[in-house]
């Protein structure tokens, strides 16, 4: 009689853990309800003082943040986050709709956020999102290509060089600095936001329409018609992308 064979073990993967931060007991309840229908292992804060102390033991991969917390409010734990090294994405649940309390957060090292009331489908996209750029974020960087080309444009990252038809195009530092942003991730639309932060590190002296300003610096040198781009595309409501 031969043995039974053994089960072929697997490795399991390691759930992904969000930790929330959220006074209200029943948006709390609910939330974690959901998340954890969706695969997440969720473990939940009631204040700022238990979210931060949390934070520290589980190392989230990703943290829902309300900003109207007793005690240590969201802004407070998100600077307590990242002076701790803590670079888990952070995504804020807002009640606030001024332009300055987001901004604060951005400063602050938020990557994204989400205003009360929102629906499910809504956080659940906003979520998969930041896990994915995270994770991208921790890969292998590729090797990146000595130069990029677009049209009649060759673009020259480590160089910091830029060809039109083979003549050097000058250009603004921050214009220079938003074109390696888009030609690092070609076809993809990059949000005001994403560039914001990328570029100019989000400083609350910053505008969404710099972007727009430094753009048209880009299509009026590097485009034939800068009134209809062919690569410089922008993206309503959006960012922008460039179309190869």
Same mark, same amino acid.
Do not use: C, H, S, W
């Given at each position: 009689m031969t043995a039974a064979a053994r089960p072929v073990e697997?490795?399991?993967?390691?759930?992904?853990?969000?930790?929330?931060?959220?006074?209200?007991?029943n948006l709390a309840r609910g939330l974690r309800r959901n998340l954890e229908i969706e695969g997440y292992a969720v473990s939940v804060a009631a204040d700022g003082a238990q979210g931060l102390v949390a934070a520290r033991r589980?190392?989230?991969?990703?943290?829902?943040?309300? #900003?109207?917390?007793p005690g240590i409010d969201g802004y407070g734990v998100l600077? &307590?986050? !990242?002076?701790?090294?803590? /670079?888990?994405?952070?995504? #804020?649940?807002?009640?606030?709709?001024?332009?300055?309390?987001?901004?604060? &957060?951005? !400063?602050?090292?938020?990557? /994204?956020?989400?205003?009360?009331?929102f629906g499910l489908q809504e956080l659940l996209a906003r979520i998969g999102a930041l896990l994915r750029r995270s994770e991208r974020a921790r890969a292998p960087e590729p090797a990146q290509p000595d130069y990029v080309r677009f049209g009649d444009v060759e673009v020259y990252p480590k160089r910091h060089l830029v060809l039109l038809r083979g003549r050097a195009v000058e250009l603004r530092p921050k214009a220079l600095e938003l074109l390696f942003a888009l030609v690092g991730r070609p076809g993809e639309t990059i949000s005001r936001h994403a560039l914001l932060r990328e570029v100019w590190g989000y400083r609350g002296d910053v505008l969404s329409r710099t972007v727009d300003t430094h753009m048209a610096e880009l299509r009026r040198k590097l485009e034939d018609d800068p009134s209809r781009p062919a690569h410089l595309i922008g993206v309503r409501k959006v960012g922008y992308q460039l179309r190869p």
């Open positions: 697997r490795p399991v993967a390691r759930e992904t853990r969000i930790l929330l931060v959220e006074d209200n007991a589980e190392r989230p991969d990703l943290v829902l943040l309300d #900003l109207m917390l600077a &307590g986050l !990242r002076d701790e090294g803590i /670079d888990a994405p952070v995504l #804020l649940l807002t009640a606030r709709q001024e332009e300055q309390d987001k901004v604060r &957060g951005f !400063r602050l090292g938020a990557d /994204d956020y989400v205003t009360k009331p």
